[in-house]
């Protein structure tokens, strides 16, 4: 097994896929931007009335809880739906997961209706989401999720879904698959819209890579390089947020393989 | 015929008219500070509660469908209905015409309701604008809309309203008139919300400038003169779209009057 | 009485509190970058069904009635009335009050309801606000309400809250305290979303600093040296917001102290 990373953002520029967010009221300048510094073709839409028209033509769709309401999450649903029918690979971010109940029933009932291609979150969420939607309900595990990684294992293993969680070592899983991905700078954290973006980037490839542990390995990596390029020209949040876009438009393929730093087992 | 490009600069910026903005979530950030580079000042509110009494103390409505849901298509409604009534001009954002039944639905009924003094789009949105909103309405139209500057004139000839197609070479149609505007540069194609601040500044200068017509022209102009400017000092979008801002600011009017590239008919 | 501005910063960003925050779209990004950058902690929620939860684990509430409607209204009264009865700070930032009767009539009804520790606004909307809540309401005040010192005067006697008016010099009044704050530069009127960091940052600080008057003084002065550091590097608006955000993160307690501008009453 090994990761085409360079192919993957070749291929991800050469067709531009159009990714359908429904994403928060924070991110969705950032995300867009980077989106479309990468090369793909961003597009926010979260009305019930035209989720499924849109995620009909999209190529990908990124759900993220980050700003929730009832209409939203109803418009999640749907979208969601029409993923699943359709055959288009789901990235959900569950933004804030265990900080409130709410959040935890949304992502339960979310994830029971149409299991994602790929869940991505912070360490503290995965493990909040595999509590809310397995140990709480009773499903029995073989993963030992008292710690994220052990989450990210279990709940992989009841949705089938590829677990991304970002920290200062990325940790990927998919059924017997592991990446440890140790690219990024501790930066990253002090700008709003990394970790989403980091979702929707994933969205991005995995519109384009067939095996969604490809594309959250590719958008990881994508991640984290361009943090560290974007980190030798500015120290400081604010022009380190222009800087990583930046990046994302002018990094070559071969540049993010070369830099890319991938332990798979 | 000629566009008074340094007189309506001059007029916005010791003015400095009140924008009132129904706009889409991703672009909202970007586009108040736009308004507020150029000299405007602009205002957000959606709520059917308030956006008569607001739009009642604003000198244009701009109204940009991009994150459009039900109760922001009625605050939409009730803005455009009292700026009619009022006689504010009316800026409209047809964002992703055609993707969507939905969208072309709200966007037919927002014509027929109040028929804005701008509409500005991009090419295919113009095109699937004057396809939902005249040709499935079976509504002869002597335009020949096969194309977007046909299609532009069929909205145009319509509706009344001011026409302005973005793209390589910016096209601008009301009656037998027509503006060609050479100006901008791709790298504005890679920063979200450059179109719907393009819409924003159309608004304001309408605000200003009695002649919708000339009002689209000069706002056109600035968008694509400054993001010359911008590109000279940047190159890569994130710090694009922060040369960009700063250019709104520091244009003179007569450097932007030097630097169009108009052809009038 | 003396402000400990360098102590206060050391321990906002020792403690790095979760301010939570129900404020406007045009100005999330932004003000969640501010306060990652001086070391806080936001979350913005606004969902009646979550927000009393939130505001439990936060350690401030920050409300802003931007872009306000019915439902973000009810959030933002459920999570005041929790806030009220957990003993959390509130800052009300009253944007836009006067602008329209719905403004008005919201922000007299959540005054009423739950009196924030802080209230933060220009002077045009600390007049309107005075007017709205106290004198079109017959209460009587000693204060006198014709200049927005006066109308200042006025909140804080009636709702026991501080009240802090920004301008070219800030005031801030408590009781029989004042403070006059000389920092700032005018470029920062031409930036979305400064007025609403302030209020965030008055957040921030109230969760860590036990008098509302001492934590809404340093949050003014944070912003304003903040600002004229940030013209040092910046002398137009796109460059300068991003400057902005630079100098939060990068200033030390003691220079923030060295540079301020108080006069204390």
Redesign the interface.
């Known amino acids: 097994m090994t990761i085409q990373l360079e192919a993957n953002l070749q291929n991800l520029r050469a067709k531009a896929p159009l990714v359908h967010n429904i994403t928060?009221?924070?991110?969705?300048?950032?995300t867009?931007?980077a989106l479309?510094?990468i090369g793909a073709s961003?597009?926010?839409?979260?009305?019930v009335?035209?989720v499924e028209?849109?995620v009909s033509?999209a190529g990908a769709l990124v759900v993220n809880i980050?700003?929730?309401?009832?209409?939203w999450v109803e418009g999640m649903h749907s979208a969601m739906a029409k993923a699943a029918q359709t055959g288009k690979p789901i990235v959900l971010d569950p933004v804030?997961a265990g900080?409130?109940?709410?959040?935890n029933n949304v992502l339960t009932a979310l994830l029971e209706a149409a299991p994602p291609a790929i869940i991505r979150g912070n360490g503290s969420e995965i493990l909040a989401l595999a509590g809310a939607s397995i140990q709480t309900k009773g499903v029995d595990s073989t993963a030992d999720s008292t710690d994220s990684i052990g989450a990210a294992r279990a709940l992989s293993e009841r949705f089938g879904s590829v677990v991304s969680v970002s920290g200062a070592v990325d940790v990927i899983v998919h059924g017997n698959r592991t990446a440890w991905i140790s690219n990024g700078v501790p930066l990253m954290t002090?700008?709003?819209?990394m970790g989403c973006s980091a979702s929707a980037l994933a969205g991005a490839f995995a519109a384009v890579v067939t095996d969604p542990f490809e594309a959250a390995v590719s958008a990881a990596v994508t991640m984290g390089v361009c943090g560290e390029l974007a980190y030798r020209a500015a120290k400081?949040?604010?022009?380190f947020?222009?800087?990583?876009?930046?990046t994302l438009?002018?990094i070559s393929p071969a540049h993010l393989a070369e830099l890319s730093k991938i332990r798979l087992e």
């Open positions: 928060n009221f924070v991110v969705m300048n950032f867009a931007n479309l510094a961003p597009v926010m839409a979260h009305a009335e035209e028209d849109m033509i980050g700003t929730l309401s009832p209409l804030g900080a409130t109940p709410y959040r002090k700008v709003t819209g400081l949040p604010g022009s947020q222009i800087a990583f876009l930046d438009s002018d």
